[in-house]
């Protein structure tokens, strides 16, 4: 069939449509049941090809299958838009936290490269620094470098004390409840001789005075200077026990050696001493 005969039949097709639409007019109820079910069979929606090739629409399609055509084509694009709103709403909040994400990253990123950048300009300035002492000073001086590690190792080393005496009552706790008197002993010994060389220290022409740079320390030892007098009364009761093993026993007459300054012969003496009247129940 040649085009000008598609052409002339498809006129007359769209007359008679034509005809039939007058015939049921939109504001009757007649005409408004026939548009309800046109709209719903609209069919599936146009492919690329049918919206490219608007011309061979026209020429294969009546009037009345263009106008559903475009019926079909306009409830696409609603239905696209609307899909394309709720999709929009659903994702909104989901979004703005993926670009508050990103915008955050990129602010710890340039963060780190001012990090490194100023890493880098340290260590150069280290290596430079090192180069230049490795040249000879003047007798008597001493490289500004060595001077600031002496002092950053003075202070490390007045910490580690600091932290001995803060951790001391903890640990001598521990010790006399697991009946060790013998290494409670040893713990207020150290913490009492820490103490005194921080204050001798102190009393030194040091440049760091570690009374004035740490004012903890007297306020720890005031809590842990009770101890000695504590541990040396839990190692006499240690040895009046009546089921103490002999590991606690020596661990007592060994701690009242040291907190006591008692010789071996004292030391012993106490030991008998109440061993004899933990006994003397039981022989009477």
Known sequence: MSWLARNLFSRKRSDSQAT????????????????AAESDDLGPPPTDDEIANVDALFARLSVAEMRRYQQRLRAHVEGTR????????EHYPALIDAADSVAAMRAAAADAAGELDRLRAMLQGAASQSQLDGSPH???????????DGASARVYAV????????????????????????QAALLFLIAQEIHSRLCSQSQSADALDPLLAFPVIERQWASVAPFGEQVAARAHAALTGAD????????????IALLEDADAEMACTAFLARRAQTLQPALA
Not at 83 to 89: E, F, I, K, P
């Open 138 to 148: 003047a007798p008597g001086t001493a490289s500004p470098a060595r001077s600031d």
């Open 82 to 89: 609307r899909q394309m709103r709720r999709v929009a709403g």
């Open 244 to 255: 103490a093993s002999p590991e606690v026993c020596a661990g007592a007459v060994c701690a």
């Open 20 to 35: 039939d639409e007058s015939k049921s007019s939109p504001g009757s109820a007649d005409g408004r049941e026939f548009a």
């Open 159 to 182: 910490a580690a004390q600091v932290k001995v005496l803060v951790d001391t009552p903890e640990q001598i706790w521990k010790a006399l409840g697991q009946q060790r008197s013998l």
